[in-house]
């Protein structure tokens, strides 16, 4: 079974690379053995910032009007991709 592919659409222009980078670097270290890798694909949509789990939208910057928290992201991506696994200090709240 081919694990899945995160991929983090940025604007290019807004400056937001690094940011998709930094998140890009959380996934990996926290799903090594859950996903595939971490695509950053530079956008050719202005204002940008949408995160995709084998094209499942996750998270849209624009939806929601403002960036994911890093914990709020590894949740969601976890929620998709094994929903089983514990992420310590920043799984959710019981």
Do not use: N
Request: aromatic letters at 8%; charged letters at 25%.
């Amino acid at each position: 079974m081919m694990k899945p592919t995160v991929s983090i659409e940025y604007c290019p222009k807004c400056g937001w690379m690094l940011r998709a980078a930094y998140m890009a670097q959380e996934l990996l270290t926290t799903f090594t053995d859950e996903v595939h890798g971490v695509l950053l694909q530079p956008s050719q949509t202005g204002g940008a910032y949408i995160v995709r789990v084998d094209g499942l939208t996750v998270f849209d910057r624009k939806a929601h009007s403002r960036f994911p928290e890093v914990k709020e992201l590894k949740q969601l991506i976890r929620d998709v991709v094994c929903p089983e696994k514990g992420l310590g200090h920043s799984d959710k709240s019981v």
